[in-house]
Structures are given as structure tokens and as C-alpha cells.
């Protein structure tokens, strides 16, 4: 029997990586969707920039539920609301549905990611707590991989509204098992209520560190969510791959060396963190500094071998990075405003991660892929900078 505290992070791992396949399935099937649906190049950055934008409009409202409402029904109730809207969006016959669906898609999705991380700190204390985050993350990560791939493959073989209904089915079975088998808070460690709203929230902003935590994961957000939304189409165009291979290849050159990294990370950021008050963030610090110049590789020309490797070992770095973020800040938050802190971070996260695929569309022509990403490491220093700045000892 698994215990408790592991059950928890293993079914939040699958719903995780069934969250992230669903909002991300559909760039691997760009091309369909221009042939189909007659998409331009703004419209497909709206497909993100839609979802992110509604996923940012409820978030607030998400972290607040979660602090209230018990948080394994939130996650449950969440899995089964978002796995409706992707068959929905299935069932698209316009642009204008294709991108109302999106829309709702994130009022869905956005109340999953606060109530599963401060369930997950419910059960795991400090010690075991990176690790556990980890995982989580490692699902996520594999939700991105497995969706592009699955939907790329069942895209070019059936269409690309198989894939969505096929994800949306899987979600409809697995909320229902965490309806049945996923645990609630402990008692001992089940948070006391919070404040009301508006003292939350100020008691929240006036944490300096927990604000520029916030700060650099919207940094890193703008690049994580270019690269998710554009990432397939730069190898199709680049390298003239199938849609199956350039969904896998765009979506697993980042994630399956991320998972990897994501693992490294969790157990490295519990060591560092028993070493120093401010280890997390010395560790967060020295593998952004590291990972940003792999992106200037987009400048090289280089072929698809050399892009390739310059992104898996980005990733990996950038992955032990991020691996310390949530752990981080479960720690300059009071335990009872966890899930409320995360949603702000979500809510900052995607308005700048939808603005930043919004503005990658805009480019394209001028710039191109390659020179958009390789402009992404400004932003990558900048992001180790604010996490040096935001160490215990700063604050």
C-alpha cells in the first residue's frame, strides 16, 4: 500500500501531466488547424495567448477556493471541468469557437495548480517537500510531451480532433478515481482558515521575497510558454518534419530532459536547503546563470542535432532551477495562504506568459523563431538576478 503522502503526488502527477497535455495538444496540430479552420499566425498565438489570459483572470479566485474549500475536491472537480471543455473544443467548427473554447478551457484549469501544490505541502514537510514537488512537476512535464506527440501522431493519421477527445476521456476516468482515492489534508497538518481576503492578500504583497520569487517566475514563464506554443512549428518549418515527429520533437527536446532535471532538482534543493536558509535560491541562481547562454545557439545556424542539444541542456538546468521555486515559496508563506500565494504567481505567470506568445507571433516575420528564442536568455539572466536578490538574508 502506498502511503498516503506518495499517493497524493502520484495521482496529482497524472492529473498534472493530463493538464498541461490538454493545453498544449493543440501546437502540435497547428498546420491542420491553418488548412481547416484558416488560422493566421495571430490567431495561432491566440490559441495560447487566450488560454493563458482566462487561466490569469481566475486564478485569484482559484487560490482562494483552495485555501477554503477542501483541496482534493478542488483538484477533482477541476480535472473533470477541464477535460470536458477539451472534448468541447473538439467539436470546434469556427476560429471564433476554436478560441472561446481556450477561453474557458483556463477558467478550468486554473483552479487545479494552487489547491494540488498546497496539497502536496499539506502532506510533505520541509524535508521531503522538493522532492515531492518535483515529481508533481516531472508530470507536467510529461503531459507536455505525451500531448504533442499524441497529438501530432493522432492529428496526421486522423484529424486533429481525435486527440482532444481521446484526452478528455482519459481526464472524465481519472477524476472520477480522485474523487474515490485521493486523500484530503491530514488533520495535524490541515491549515488553520486564513484571513479574509483583502488582509491576505496585503499580508502577501508585503513579502519582499515572496515578490521577487513572483518576479522572476514571470521571466521565466514568458520563455517556458514561447518556447510550448512555438517550439513544434520552428522544427516543422526548420527542419521539414512530420506534424508527429515535430509535436514529439518540439515539445520533448524541452521536456524529457526537463523531467530529468525536475528529479535532480527536488532532491538538490532539499539538500541545499538543510545547508543554508537561502540554499534553494543560490542553487536557482547558478543554473539560470548557466542555462541562458545554450539559447544563444539560434544565432549559429546550427542543424537540427546542435539545436537540439543546445535546448536539452537548457532545459535540464532550467528544470533544477524551477525545482527549487515552489519549495521556496511554501517557505515565505504562512502554510494556511499557500494555495492563494500560488495563484498570484499563476495569475502573473500567464498574463506575462500569454503576452510574451502573443508578441513571438507579432515577430515572427521579422525576427523569426530562431531569433526570438535566442533573445529569450536576456530574460533568463534576468530571472537569476531576481532570485539572488530574493534570499532570506535580502529579505
Not at 527536446?253 to 532535471?261: T, Y
Not at 530562431?370 to 536568455?377: D, E, K, L, P, T
Request: net charge positive.
Amino acid at each position: 500500500m502506498i502511503p498516503a503522502p506518495w499517493r497524493v503526488v502520484l495521482l496529482l502527477a497524472c492529473a498534472a501531466a493530463l493538464n498541461y497535455a490538454d493545453r498544449t495538444s493543440l501546437s502540435a496540430v497547428f498546420p491542420l488547424l491553418q488548412a481547416e479552420l484558416h488560422l493566421s499566425d495571430l490567431q495561432l498565438a491566440g490559441i495560447g495567448t487566450l488560454f493563458l489570459w482566462s487561466y490569469a483572470a481566475g486564478s485569484v479566485g482559484a487560490g482562494f477556493l483552495a485555501d477554503r474549500l477542501p483541496r482534493h475536491r478542488v483538484v477533482a472537480w477541476s480535472l473533470l471541468a477541464w477535460s470536458l471543455v477539451t472534448i468541447l473544443t473538439g467539436l470546434a467548427r469556427t476560429a471564433e469557437e476554436l478560441l472561446a473554447t481556450r477561453v474557458v478551457l483556463g477558467l478550468a484549469e486554473c483552479l487545479y495548480l494552487p489547491a494540488a501544490v498546497a496539497l502536496i505541502a499539506d502532506h510533505h514537510p520541509a524535508a521531503s517537500r522538493g522532492r515531492a514537488l518535483a515529481l508533481h512537476l516531472c508530470g507536467l512535464n510529461a503531459g507536455l510531451v505525451g500531448g504533442g506527440a499524441l497529438a501530432g501522431y493522432l492529428g496526421e493519421e486522423y484529424g486533429w480532433r481525435i486527440g482532444l477527445f481521446f484526452l478528455g476521456g482519459v481526464g472524465i476516468v481519472l477524476s472520477g478515481v480522485c474523487l474515490l482515492a485521493l486523500p484530503g489534508s491530514p488533520r495535524s497538518e490541515a491549515p488553520a482558515p486564513p484571513a479574509p481576503v483583502g488582509p491576505q492578500l496585503r499580508g502577501l504583497l508585503r513579502r519582499r521575497g515572496y515578490l521577487l520569487l513572483a518576479m522572476q517566475s514571470m521571466l521565466i514563464s514568458v520563455s517556458t510558454w514561447m518556447f510550448f506554443n512555438w517550439m513544434p512549428l520552428y522544427f516543422r518549418e526548420s527542419f521539414g518534419l512530420s506534424l508527429a515527429l515535430a509535436g514529439f520533437s518540439g515539445t520533448a527536446v524541452l521536456q524529457l530532459s526537463a523531467v530529468g532535471g525536475a528529479l535532480a532538482g527536488g532532491t538538490l534543493s532539499d539538500r541545499a536547503a538543510q545547508r543554508a536558509a537561502d540554499g534553494r535560491l543560490r542553487l536557482m541562481t547558478i543554473c539560470y546563470l548557466l542555462c541562458a547562454p545554450c539559447l544563444l545557439v539560434f544565432l549559429s545556424g546550427g542543424g537540427m542535432a546542435v539545436i537540439s542539444a543546445a535546448v536539452v541542456l537548457f532545459s535540464f538546468l532550467r528544470a533544477v532551477a524551477t525545482a527549487n521555486e515552489t519549495p521556496a515559496m511554501c517557505e515565505f508563506v504562512d502554510p494556511r495562504d499557500r494555495a492563494t500565494a500560488q495563484s498570484l504567481m499563476n495569475m502573473l505567470n500567464t498574463l506575462a506568459g500569454g503576452a510574451g506568445v502573443f508578441v513571438a507571433g507579432y515577430l515572427k516575420a521579422d525576427w523569426g523563431l530562431s531569433g526570438i528564442f535566442a533573445g529569450v536568455a536576456v530574460l533568463v539572466f534576468a530571472a537569476a538576478g531576481l532570485a539572488w536578490q530574493a534570499r532570506p538574508s535580502q529579505t
